[in-house]
């Protein structure tokens, strides 16, 4: 990049395009909704939110949804400046000067700037139209900004930049016929533009002088700030209410889920039921019955109960990601995140694990310390993620009397529940304090976060999570589970026996392969209170938690003494209220969950780690499993 | 809130005197600066000193390179104006207004980051009075952000006596004549 380039002449690069144009690239500041953009232009369905650094990575897709299907459209992490400051920009800036390996060369550029802050997000405008490639400027929420009594003359503002601009509106879709318009233009003889004057490119005080002069030659005036952010603020961010009225929703999300939820569950599971019983004359009777309904369906129904219950939750960290309060717990947070050596900025991701470890992991991509990542990295399994949710769904409801306390207000199942909430949490701070001051001690980074208006949440994009979220659910259920099911259920079926009466028969289940499997493992695990059955599930877990309460419904259900109970009443014949409390504490340690490992693999580069995190986790479990039964033990007898 | 309607950058000893444990020292500079012979001596301070509903104008950036850029194109750049717009519960990161937008800084972040008072900004109001002296270059970038305060404002004007409290400020435009 040249230091000084005062006029440059920009021009698409005729030798690498020629007439066609391929790729395009959407850039911008954070939060300034490139994704929901990306979302509208093709059709598909990104994450967005309301914080900054929803995107951690590059996202393609053909631009279908403006009936450009030759096209292909790259989201990209939002960036302030072409200097990458973290792991997400980085990718940003290499994506967009071509420099990523497996992502194809950007051919035009769509520059997408908020316009209620459009002072400070020129200042993007100056480094990425002298990359020099066609940019076509899109000042997003031009609606807000006019309903807000700002203005700006686009033509003017055209005419500065050299640069076709167009106000747009990505969340109502209006203005996106400039973009199409943009792209037809391309298409043809890339035509030159005007040389333009730019600022000293990388020196952030001229830039900013620079956005300042455009936007006033522009006539542009910026929309009263948001009282309304200011107000919630007073009140969320107070210093006596702000953190109470944050435990007031942590509480009262997992009252819901309970009070709300367990009806839905119960109602969904007897569906789920019905249907099995309807479909039974359809099956011949026999091996495959057996093992179509009794060990398939019993199986994936037992998981797919949950289902209501994990939406309900889907939908709180849904409404908290929307309307941009997810930065304000950061903010709060921020004071205890330093006492264990980490900033607030890694509470996000530990935030959005309760939801799935998996993207919170990605989302570490947003910190700027390579260390701070890495310790963040290897706690947020800890964080009680939905995955989990299940088996401490069973389990509570079957050991953990639904008594309640404070004249009704909360219940002892939701107590229980939060205190496995806590203990993973507690977990996860322990073991960054550790990492943090041992092998991962570093110092400071600065804690800069900018905190987004708050929005009103969408219906439409609340659907939209939801649907995806059990669309993902239901396709574990359909696949991992499915053959574990199956697999289970050939193993407890095998050896085939010959009976007195010479015909061939299933064993006892004991006497099955999987019978003997487990109780090969059941030494290690009988400490904890846990039989040879449990044994399985924890084993079939590893590939993802929901797996172990199919398990337990195969299992019962290969039994013929607990294949008429349910599986809360059938797993009252393998536990007591100790080993229950041990196997919920195990659950909440342990790491359990296959695609975790692989993409803490991926994200650190090395098998190192996951392999030391799995350990470290699964001895803690024990360890607390086997302490939690011993006490349990000592105190009902 | 009725404080904040009167800009009066307050300015802790500490910026120029940090020992601590020299503290009849201090104290005497506290004084000094307030009502004493140094009052509008010291003309820069620190963004952390800043008290909520106060602005300041940016100076410098004292950090490591890295930071310091990401900072800048936050907007965080010399001539900017920035206001302490809340604290944190817990009551370190501070909530800090610059350009329309909301960035949270922690303390030790913020007190790298110099600033100067606010002038009087009825020099806005009236341009022929815009002294040729001033720091602030004549090309200086109009912000789009107005602090809370900035409509009570022009009550305020120049001829007005400035209140007790913004002693360091009226100082410091006196000697700027």
């Known amino acids: 990049m040249n230091a000084c380039c005062d006029t440059p002449v920009f021009e698409p690069p005729a030798a690498s395009t020629g007439s066609s144009l391929r790729t395009v690239v959407l850039i911008g500041p954070p939060n300034s909704g490139k994704s929901t953009l990306f979302n509208k232009l093709t059709g598909l369905r990104q994450k967005v939110a309301n914080y900054p650094g929803v995107t951690v990575e590059q996202r393609m897709g053909v631009m279908a949804g403006i009936g450009r299907s030759d096209l292909t459209l790259i989201d990209l992490p939002g960036i302030y400046s072409l200097t990458p400051y973290s792991e997400d920009a980085r990718v940003a800036v290499n994506v967009l000067r071509g420099r990523m390996p497996g992502t194809p060369k950007p051919d035009a550029v769509l520059l997408v700037l908020d316009s209620l802050h459009l002072t400070r997000q020129l200042m993007l405008a100056a480094p990425v139209l002298d990359v020099g490639l066609p940019t076509l400027v899109l000042l997003n929420m031009s609606d807000l900004m006019k309903s807000r009594g700002g203005q700006i003359d686009t033509l003017k503002l055209a005419g500065e930049l050299s640069a076709p601009v167009a106000q747009i509106s990505a969340v109502r879709g209006t203005g996106l016929g400039s973009v199409s318009l943009f792209l037809n233009q391309q298409n043809g003889h890339g035509e030159k533009n005007k040389p333009l004057l730019l600022p000293v490119l990388g020196n952030a005080a001229s830039t900013h002088t620079w956005a300042a002069q455009v936007s006033r030659n522009t006539g542009y005036k910026a929309p009263l700030s948001a009282e309304n952010t200011r107000r919630i603020d007073n009140v969320l961010l107070h210093r006596f209410w702000g953190p109470l009225l944050f435990l007031l929703v942590v509480i009262g999300v997992f009252e819901v889920v309970f009070a709300l939820g367990q009806p839905l569950s119960d109602g969904f599971g007897e569906l789920l039921a019905r249907i099995g019983e309807i479909a039974r004359p359809l099956i011949p009777t026999g091996w495959l019955q057996s093992l179509v309904l009794d060990g398939m369906w019993k199986g994936v129904c037992s998981v797919l109960v949950f289902l209501p219950q994990i939406l309900l939750l889907f939908l709180f960290i849904g409404i908290l990601e929307d309307t941009g309060y997810l930065a304000r717990a950061a903010l709060i947070a921020d004071r205890v995140m330093r006492t264990i050596g980490l900033n607030g900025k890694a509470f996000i991701p530990l935030l959005s694990a309760y939801a799935c470890a998996i993207p919170a992991i990605m989302a570490t991509r947003t910190i700027e310390n390579k260390r701070d990542r890495l310790a963040t990295i290897l706690v947020t399994p800890f964080m009680t993620c939905s995955a989990r949710l299940p088996v401490y769904l069973l389990l509570i409801a079957a050991f953990i009397p639904n008594i309640y306390f404070l004249h009704g207000v909360i219940g002892l199942r939701t107590i229980t529940m939060l205190s496995l909430y806590v203990a993973g949490f507690v977990a996860a701070f322990t073991t960054a304090r550790l990492l943090k001051s041992s092998i991962l001690r570093s110092s400071d980074t600065p804690f800069i976060l900018e905190l987004p208006q708050y929005r009103m949440p969408t219906l439409y994009s609340l659907g939209l999570r939801l649907m995806d979220r059990a669309r993902i659910f239901m396709k574990t259920a359909g696949t991992i589970i499915v053959a574990v099911t199956l697999a289970l259920w050939a193993l407890a079926h095998l050896p085939v026996i010959h009976t007195a009466s010479g015909a061939l028969s299933a064993p006892q289940l004991a006497d099955s392969l999987i019978g003997r499997l487990g109780h090969f493992i059941e030494p290690v695990i009988a400490p904890l209170g846990f039989n040879w059955k449990i044994g399985i599930g924890l084993l079939s877990s590893v590939l993802a938690r929901e797996v172990m309460v199919s398990t337990m419904g195969t299992l019962y259900g290969a039994d013929p003494s607990t294949q008429a109970l349910n599986l809360q009443t059938a797993l009252h014949h393998d536990m007591t209220l100790g080993g229950a409390l041990a196997l919920m504490i195990f659950f909440a340690f342990a790491m359990q969950c296959t695609s975790t490992i692989a993409v803490v693999r991926r994200e650190t580069n090395s098998w190192l780690w996951p392999a030391a995190q799995f350990f470290y986790m699964l001895a803690m479990a024990y360890g607390a499993a086997f302490a939690v039964n011993h006490i349990a033990m000592a105190i009902w007898g | ?177």
């Open chain 2, 1 to 177: 809130m009725s404080e904040a309607n009167t800009p009066k950058p307050r300015l802790r000893p500490e910026a120029i005197w940090p020992y601590t444990e020299l503290r009849p020292i201090r104290s005497y500079f506290r004084l000094a600066l307030r009502f004493g012979p140094l009052q509008g001596v010291c003309q820069v301070g620190v963004l952390s000193d800043l008290t909520v509903g106060d602005t300041g104008v940016l100076v410098a950036l004292d950090l490591p390179e890295n930071v310091q850029n990401h900072l800048m194109h936050m907007g965080f750049v010399p001539d900017a104006e920035v206001t302490a717009l809340r604290r944190a519960p817990a009551g370190d990161p501070t909530v800090y207004g610059i350009d329309g937008m909301e960035i949270a800084l922690r303390h030790e972040t913020a007190s790298a980051i110099q600033i100067r008072p606010l002038e009087i900004r009825s020099a806005a109001a009236q341009p022929s009075e815009v002294r040729p002296n001033v720091a602030r270059p004549a090309e200086a970038p109009v912000t789009e952000f107005r602090p809370i305060e900035a409509t009570a404002q022009p009550a305020n004007g120049s001829s007005v006596a400035p209140k007790r409290g913004s002693g360091v400020a009226s100082k410091l435009v006196e000697a700027a004549r």
